[in-house]
């Protein structure tokens, strides 16, 4: 059956846009889903509401008549919720559970969330580290942050940009070594740090976009924790072949410096995502911007 309120809150939408790519963003849903009701729209009122090509869409005789029907009865339904809401069935009051990997920055990405949230006190915030990949059904998980290389068709995503990783040093230990001419050339001659992975209890190799791969000859510091290997490059030990996330504030200030820049690992893409509804809570859409804007100004 044809969720009436929702078909025309998604009609008016797409009518505001005159893009179904547009209004999907705009809604928080997918974009097969403003294709899809808008179909059903049609055919519930036997009417052709959009003209489609390939170059625009537009609205028919019949969809401008629509239209502004279609956003009163929205505006006096709206009207109607708003007169009979009581301060417990507020938009802005309840649980909004979170998950993210192990950012070395989650601290101050924590606080700039709370500091956000400053004018909504009884937003709840549910905030969940972890390296592992959570089933955000199981885990009923509202809004999340992942690193990968392809995001989940399920979720509504909101790309932050492309994640690589890349080789830093700090520039007392450049002023000591120089910099290498290639990656052989890094991996004979100059102190490197190996990461352990923990699942296997073998070293990461250091892997490029070329193909090229190789493990640390002769490491100089070894660690199973990502935050222990950039404190490493921090402190002048060693060269490290870092994801993005993690050494890209440390750049930006200058406490590491980018080596053999034309040997980027292949990038995944860093995102935030939240499953797929129609009707999508305030508080869950408030802190799904939040968090996407708060990285796009860390990380661009």
């Not at 690193?147 to 990783?165: C, H, K």
Request: charged letters at 20%; aromatic letters at 8%.
């Amino acid at each position: 059956m044809l969720n009436k309120p929702e078909a025309l809150r998604i009609f008016c939408t797409a009518a505001e846009t005159l893009q179904f790519n547009e209004a999907a963003v705009r809604l928080g849903v997918a974009a097969p889903i403003v294709s899809r009701t808008i179909r059903r729209l049609e055919r519930e009122l036997g009417e052709i509401l959009f003209q489609r090509n390939t170059r625009q869409i537009k609205l028919t005789r019949y969809g401008e008549y629509f239209y502004p029907l279609a956003r009163q009865w929205l505006s006096d339904g709206e009207a109607l919720f708003q007169a009979a809401q009581t301060p417990l069935q507020g938009e802005m009051r309840g649980v909004v559970r979170v998950a993210l990997p192990r950012f070395i920055q989650n601290e101050a990405l924590l606080q700039a969330v709370l500091s956000r949230l400053d004018d909504y006190p009884d937003i709840v915030l549910d905030w969940r580290v972890s390296e592992a990949h959570v089933n955000i059904v199981d885990a009923q998980i509202d809004v999340g942050i992942r690193i990968s290389s392809m995001p989940d068709n399920r979720l509504v995503v909101r790309p932050i940009m492309p994640m690589g990783a890349q080789v830093v040093a700090a520039p007392s230990l450049l002023a000591q070594w120089g910099e290498p001419k290639d990656l052989h050339d890094l991996q004979q001659r100059f102190p490197l740090s190996g990461l352990i992975n923990p699942h296997t209890g073998r070293m990461w190799q250091w892997q490029f976009a070329d193909g090229a791969a190789f493990l640390p000859k002769n490491p100089r510091f070894i660690t199973a924790n990502a935050e222990a290997e950039v404190a490493a490059a921090l402190g002048g030990r060693v060269f490290a072949h870092l994801a993005d996330h993690l050494a890209m504030p440390y750049i930006k200030r200058g406490e590491l410096v980018p080596v053999l820049n034309r040997y980027k690992a292949e990038p995944w893409q860093l995102y935030v995502y939240r499953p797929s509804a129609t009707l999508l809570p305030a508080r869950v859409k408030l802190v799904f911007d939040i968090l996407a804007d708060i990285l796009r100004k860390e990380f661009l």
